[in-house]
């Protein structure tokens, strides 16, 4: 059973800093896609960042700029890290992966962007950002 845990979430000024990790247990896939969702309050739950097997890391505009996605040298980890927050970056954050049983496919029409619907995430971690 996959299971995904996040954690690093907290409150913190506009402007401030913080980074969220996300480990997972329960899957071994050769190709996939694992990606950052959030979900504000009145809100849907939106994906902004996805990183694939291959290294492939994709932004929305909203935190291109700010936000890093990588993959942490433990297996199955996933960190993110948050800069120059705003308070429109308040929500729920969560954790997600896909597997995409063939390769990764990169540009447009690709198979790992943040569209993604993803089979598998965690319980979330809050983020508030007060200005």
């Known amino acids: 059973q996959v299971q995904l845990v996040e954690s690093g979430g907290g409150s913190v000024q506009a402007g401030g800093s913080l980074r969220l990790s996300c480990v997972g247990s329960?899957?071994?896939?050769?190709?996939?896609?694992m990606g950052w969702l959030r979900q504000a309050p009145g809100k849907e739950r939106e994906g902004f960042t996805v990183?694939?097997?291959?290294?492939?890391?994709t932004y929305a505009d909203a935190v291109k700029g700010r936000f890093t996605i990588t993959k942490g040298n433990a297996k199955n980890t996933l960190y993110l890290q948050m800069n120059s927050l705003k308070p429109e970056d308040t929500a729920m954050y969560y954790c997600?992966?896909?597997?995409?049983?063939?390769?990764?496919?990169?540009?447009?029409?690709?198979?790992?962007?943040?569209?993604?619907?993803?089979?598998?995430w965690g319980q979330g971690t809050q983020v508030t950002v007060s200005s």
């Open positions: 990183f694939d097997s291959d290294g492939m890391a």
């Open positions: 997600a992966i896909q597997p995409l049983g063939v390769a990764p496919i990169h540009g447009p029409g690709g198979n790992c962007h943040t569209g993604v619907d993803f089979d598998d």
């Open positions: 329960g899957y071994t896939y050769s190709s996939y896609c």
